[in-house]
């Protein structure tokens, strides 16, 4: 499966974004997907994941009650909505798909090229 993230750029502090990660591919409806981020100088880590079939949903705690994962399976396309952003969530924002459920990096087999979200204060 392909993935392609895009829907980023700059925000003032406590604005909204929405994120889309579609993936082309007929089995992306088999993939379960992860929204990661990376900011300068610094790890990739896990922002939220979501089921093949929008059952289970996950939130790292840092944007727990903030930000939402969804999925459109009929689209094939993944999004993550941020809310009440915060300069702290300027990243380049990843979406990647696995098999399995977890939110470590090396758990994903695919990936897309990222997009750049930055929020100012």
């Known amino acids: 499966v392909q993935l392609q993230a895009c829907g980023g750029g700059l925000v003032q502090a406590g604005g909204s974004l929405r994120l889309s990660c579609a993936a082309s591919?007929?089995?992306?409806?088999?993939?379960?997907i992860g929204w990661f981020r990376q900011a300068p100088g610094k790890e990739r880590e896990f922002v939220a994941a979501?089921?093949?079939?929008?059952?289970?949903?996950y939130h790292a705690d840092s944007v727990k009650g903030r930000f939402t994962i969804s999925r459109d399976n009929a689209k094939n396309t993944v999004y993550l909505h941020m809310n009440s952003l915060k300069p702290e969530d300027t990243a380049v924002y990843y979406c990647?798909?696995?098999?399995?459920?977890?939110?470590?990096?090396?758990?994903?087999?695919?990936w897309g090229q990222g997009t750049l979200v930055t929020v100012s204060s």
């Open positions: 591919g007929r089995t992306f409806s088999s993939y379960n």
């Open positions: 990647g798909a696995q098999t399995g459920w977890g939110f470590q990096v090396q758990q994903y087999l695919y």
């Open positions: 979501i089921s093949w079939s929008a059952g289970m949903t």
